[in-house]
């Protein structure tokens, strides 16, 4: 991933707009915003970087955290019983008490994890995907 400063994507973005005919200026700030950001710059370069682009990083940021947080982590150790990504068992270990509630007999599936990886680590990866 290429790191650019805000400059860059500001000249970058005002090129495209000088193509589309569009003049690249700061709009007409309220004095008084409730709902949203309106934060006075004297160019648009500040304006926009402190009005859109850091506004869209934090909302990109939050997403991201909330998609791929701690109950999501916990759950793709499971996919540690894909042979092909067979991991220990104290890595499943955490997804199998996370969902013990919802099994038979918890205890069951760690004999049942150390008989499939004896199996699987008697064959070669041919076989595991």
Known sequence: MQKRSSPELFDKSKQIATDFDIAMSCPRVALLSRYRSNIRQD???????????????????????????????????????????????????????????YLDTPAVVEGEFSLWEKKWANSDDTDRM
């Open 43 to 101: 160019n648009p370069c500040d304006f926009y970087r402190t009005n859109v682009y850091i506004p869209l990083l934090d909302v990109i940021i939050t997403d991201i955290s909330d998609r791929f947080g701690p109950h999501q982590h916990q759950t793709f150790a499971l996919a540690g019983l894909i042979p092909a990504q067979l991991a220990q068992w104290t890595q499943i270990r955490v997804a199998v008490d996370k969902y013990a509630a």
